[in-house]
Every structure is written in structure tokens, then in C-alpha cells.
């Protein structure tokens, strides 16, 4: 330690100019540091709610970085003729170099500039589908959703997902611009059911746990219809017929909200396994094979 402090010293007495340097350098990143200090500490007193200043966190924390490295390089490469110049040739190297990372740059700010999606939102990329609880330079960060778990109810996992994936693979968003998705429950009836009393039964159960959503859904679509060629000719809750192989089946096609899909669905089969019991005429089909023998 003692031989380093010595030649620390030895460097700063000889090279003047150096010395400088570094404390100019620590000294702006100090005024930037304590500008960005200030500027949050006014974000968390004025903007109450925790998503926006958790977005201007972020902002300003990457505004901090960029006009530091461009103050600090201009500083230390003070020999070239110009600004451009060093950007230039940092620019060819890193590309070279960091195919990667470029691309993920690119991506990110593709996001903040188109916004696909948002902190907060439900997303699948590729097979990866999630809520987005972060968004950074090289990646963005997602709580897992399905997997092995149904319903698209939480895993628990964390996963980080490169920004250059966008390019490449599938984006879907659950939740941007219209906060409801198209659910469909199956329900199998026998063939010697009454399915007409079954399907005006799911009908009206369906009617009553859904009614709700139909008048928050109507003005989301008119909103959406603004940016994009949006046109749903019918948004309550329908009941459709068809034949399978084990019995009649029953669909009812319904808007349901993507993060309680599940207490929706669950709500309403409470409801059709209660109505059902109250009916002799109505039973509930499964795989069956049947023998006839002819005598």
C-alpha cells in the first residue's frame, strides 16, 4: 500500500495535467450525481404513485449516465479534433465488437420509442409470458406466468429476457390498450340431456357473472378502434352448440380480464355444477364406450 501511495503521488507530481483531469472528472460526476440526488428526491415528494416515479428513476438515471460520458470523454480525448470524431470511431469499434449488446440497445430503444409494452403489462415473447417489472438497457425482466402452473397464474420465477428478442420473436401484449381478453369454457352435456335447458341455463349464468364487463369493454374498444382496425360485432357473453364425440358441447365465449381469468372461470363452473344438480334431465358427459349386443 505504502509503494502504491508513492507512485500515485510520483504520477500526480509529474504529470500535472492528468491530476486535473481526474479531479474534474470526479467533480462532475459529482454535480451529475447530486443533480440526479435532488431531482428524485423532488420526483418521490411531487408524483405519489410508485409506477411513475419508478419511470422517472429510470429516466433520469439514464440521462445521468449519458451526458456524464459524453462531459468525461470529451475531457479525456480533448486531442481529437472533434466530438463526432470520437463518437465515430467508439461507435465502429463497439459494433464490431458487440453485435449483441447493439442489438439489445437497439431494441431498448425501440421500446421507448414505439412502446409495445410497458412496465406493468402482461406480455408472451416467444414462450416467455409474464408481467414486466422492469425495463433495462440489455434486457427486460418478467415475473413468469404459466409454464407448468395453469391459468396463467405465477410461478414465482423471475425471467430476464434480452431486448433484441422483439426483433426476432412474437410479441403479445395482454393488456395494452384493451384490459380484456376472449375466454371460452367447454361444457359437455350427454346426448340424451335437455342441452336446450343446459345451454339457456350457461346462458344465463353467464349473463350474470359477465354483465360487468360489458359496458368497461364497450369504451375500451371505441378507444382502440382510434389507433388500430378493431371491430367486435358482439361483446356479451354467447353460448355456442356443437357435437362431439362424447356428447353435445356447450362453449360459452366470454371477455374476462387477463389476470383473473381464472377466479372468473372458477366463479362460474360453481354456478353450472350447482344448476346442474337441480336438473334429472341434465348430465355431464366424459369419454364412455358403449357395447350393444344383438341378440
Request: hydrophobic share 45%; aromatic share 12%.
Amino acid at each position: 500500500m505504502e509503494d502504491f501511495t508513492n507512485q500515485l503521488q510520483n504520477i500526480i507530481q509529474s504529470s500535472p495535467a492528468f491530476s486535473n483531469k481526474v479531479v474534474l472528472s470526479l467533480g462532475i460526476i459529482f454535480v451529475i450525481w447530486l443533480i440526479r440526488y435532488l431531482a428524485v428526491r423532488s420526483v418521490n415528494k411531487h408524483i405519489p404513485e410508485a409506477k411513475d416515479q419508478y419511470k422517472w428513476r429510470k429516466n433520469l438515471t439514464y440521462i445521468s449516465v449519458f451526458i456524464g460520458f459524453l462531459v468525461v470523454g470529451r475531457i479525456w480525448f480533448e486531442g481529437l479534433q472533434s466530438l463526432a470524431t470520437f463518437l465515430g470511431l467508439l461507435s465502429a469499434g463497439l459494433a464490431i465488437a458487440l453485435k449483441d449488446p447493439i442489438s439489445d440497445l437497439a431494441g431498448w430503444l425501440f421500446i421507448l420509442w414505439r412502446k409495445p409494452f410497458e412496465v406493468g403489462d402482461r406480455i408472451q415473447v416467444g414462450d416467455t409470458k409474464g408481467d414486466v417489472i422492469d425495463l433495462r438497457i440489455f434486457k427486460f425482466t418478467v415475473l413468469e406466468i404459466g409454464n407448468w402452473v395453469r391459468s396463467d397464474q405465477s410461478t414465482g420465477r423471475v425471467v430476464h429476457v434480452p431486448n433484441h428478442l422483439i426483433f426476432s420473436d412474437a410479441l403479445a401484449n395482454y393488456t395494452s390498450d384493451f384490459d380484456f381478453i376472449w375466454n371460452e369454457l367447454e361444457v359437455l352435456v350427454t346426448f340424451e340431456s335437455d342441452w336446450d335447458k343446459a345451454k339457456q341455463i350457461l346462458q344465463q349464468i353467464a349473463d350474470e357473472h359477465l354483465e360487468e364487463f360489458i359496458e368497461k369493454a364497450d369504451r375500451q374498444v371505441r378507444r382502440a378502434q382510434k389507433a388500430y382496425l378493431i371491430y367486435y360485432r358482439h361483446l356479451t357473453p354467447i353460448v355456442y352448440t356443437d357435437v362431439q364425440d362424447s356428447g353435445i358441447c356447450l362453449t360459452i365465449r366470454h371477455l374476462a380480464n387477463p389476470r383473473n381469468r381464472r377466479g372468473i372461470s372458477q366463479a362460474i363452473w360453481e354456478n353450472i355444477l350447482r344448476a346442474f344438480e337441480e336438473h334429472d334431465d341434465i348430465e355431464l358427459a366424459y369419454p364412455t364406450m358403449r357395447i350393444y349386443r344383438d341378440p
